[in-house]
């Protein structure tokens, strides 16, 4: 049985460490999360069951606040995002003063994520610094165990992101030789069991342990694989003139990600990273899954996982902590979101929401919804034949024109899957919450384009998309507004 204990997750708005928090409080753990921004944190399910405290620690003088009396330390930081001259020394300088303020607290155990070590004493700057950053926390004296992974699958990895972008947005791959690099990939399901895990393993403590999945694949495996789970064809031609350098302004090009971390990134990729020895094996009970089982639950947006609650979680924006509007491109999905602010309620918000399509029709440039209806019946879509059920009752399950009700929270929350013919998915999402005296609203429409014709699809339709969105939340408010003063009848709501 893990017995509970005071936990501290640094990187608690990361990709592992956000997933990791509510897992520990599964466990019965008493939580602290450190963050340089604890606005960051806020409107996450969990948010208010853990203790959230600012710190940072490239500044010592937050530290010893932050670990008092803290039993567990995960560490979860790394300064990639900083740039290549300065993140190597950030990664050293930020471990010397955790480990320092750890040992001055009486934290008993640090644990820590780096990367496994390459088969070469020249590892790239980015696993070089991965390493390095294991030997300053146990320069401080406090017993560490260092969970080594290579490619974590998972959506929101960077490593995965990179896979995916590629493949999906590249039809002929023009290759460097590192696609010919062996790597142990690992899910981010089974990175968190390991983590969360450690604490209890007794037998894994001050150790060093490479964790993996079964599966060892080059980099050109993973793509042909991530091909096949996502039904595309693609051609991979390998060629020896691609320098890491011009890689990643390719990379910065036609990914939403950095030029300077591709290159850092890529540079990782010359290294074969395989497990030395089967240690996680032996002291861990953990089952890891394959590579093409992670990936396919990487893609899985139908699921409601107990990691990440949903899949659209990590879009949401309710609340202070939330993504800025406008137009992103996150986990390979392209996200248009615009937020309203309205005098009324947000029960007469929501009403209106709850009314939309059928008869009552989409509230603005209801000529182009029907347009679009008709042309996704010429091509052998449902149209928007369907209309709805109820004019103001509203179910999971059901039809709204051209699309399915996916969820809905009465008062707060309407999601629609489309189901009109498109290449890829696509979903708009209402979002109501309380703001003074009256109401935030947040409009969202999702889309994760298939393949290049996906991409090219969305940046078609996008100029009309802005206008017809726009439109619609601006009309949205106007109507709130207006029934809010003119409350209805009896009559009127049948």
Not at 10 to 17: I, L, W
Not at 78 to 105: I, K, M, P, T, V
Not at 112 to 133: C, F, K, M, N, V
Not at 339 to 346: C, D, L
Request: charged letters at 25%.
């Amino acid at each position: 049985m893990n017995a509970p204990r005071r936990i501290i997750v640094t990187g608690a708005t990361g990709y592992v460490g956000g997933r990791l928090a509510p897992l520990l409080l599964e466990d019965g753990h008493t939580v602290r999360c450190m963050v340089r921004d604890p606005d960051r944190l806020a409107g996450r399910p969990w948010a208010d069951r853990v203790e959230i405290v600012r710190g940072d620690v490239l500044d010592p003088d937050t530290l010893p606040e932050a670990l008092e009396g803290i039993d567990t330390a995960y560490y979860l930081i790394h300064s990639l995002h900083a740039g290549e001259a300065s993140f190597a020394e950030r990664d050293r300088q930020g471990a010397r003063n955790f480990g320092a303020a750890a040992r001055a607290a009486g934290v008993r155990h640090i644990i820590y994520l780096g990367g496994i070590a390459p088969r070469t004493d020249r590892p790239s700057p980015h696993l070089q610094s991965r390493l390095e950053t294991g030997d300053c926390l146990r320069e401080s004296g406090v017993t560490v165990t260092e969970l080594r992974a290579g490619v974590i699958i998972g959506s929101g990895s960077l490593s995965f992101e990179l896979i995916r972008y590629l493949t999906e947005r590249v039809p002929v791959m023009i290759c460097p030789r590192w696609v010919t690099t062996r790597t142990q990939p690992i899910a981010i399901r089974n990175v968190l069991d390991y983590l969360r895990a450690t604490p209890a393993n007794d037998a894994a403590h001050g150790r060093i342990i490479d964790i993996g999945s079964p599966d060892v694949l080059t980099y050109e495996d993973m793509f042909r694989l991530y091909a096949k789970v996502r039904g595309l064809r693609r051609l991979i031609v390998k060629v020896p003139v691609l320098t890491p350098r011009l890689s990643s302004y390719w990379i910065g090009l036609v990914t939403p990600l950095p030029a300077h971390v591709g290159r850092l990134l890529i540079d990782g990729l010359k290294n074969e990273v395989v497990c030395h020895d089967d240690t996680a094996r032996r002291l861990y009970d953990v089952e890891p899954m394959g590579v093409e089982e992670a990936m396919r639950r990487a893609l899985d947006r139908s699921q409601s996982h107990a990691v990440e609650t949903t899949w659209f979680g990590a879009f949401s924006a309710s609340g202070k902590g939330g993504e800025p509007p406008g137009l992103a491109q996150v986990e390979g999905m392209i996200v248009e979101r615009r937020v309203a602010r309205t005098t009324a309620r947000p029960e007469a918000v929501f009403d209106v929401i709850r009314r939309l399509g059928g008869d009552t029709g989409w509230l603005y440039a209801n000529a182009l919804w029907k347009l679009r209806g008709l042309l996704d019946a010429l091509v052998g879509g449902v149209g928007f034949r369907r209309g709805r059920r109820h004019p103001v009752e509203l179910h999971v399950g059901e039809a709204v024109d051209f699309w399915r009700v996916e969820a809905v929270e009465p008062g707060r929350l309407l999601r629609l899957r489309a189901e009109m013919r498109v290449p890829g998915r696509a979903w708009l999402q209402f979002e109501v919450c309380p703001e003074g005296t009256g109401s935030r609203v947040e409009q969202t429409a999702f889309f994760e384009p298939h393949g290049l014709s996906g991409l090219l699809y969305w940046y078609v339709l996008y100029p009309a998309h802005r206008i017809i969105f726009r439109g619609m939340i601006r009309a949205l408010v106007r109507r709130a507004e207006a029934n809010a003063t003119t409350p209805r009848t009896a009559e009127a709501e049948a």
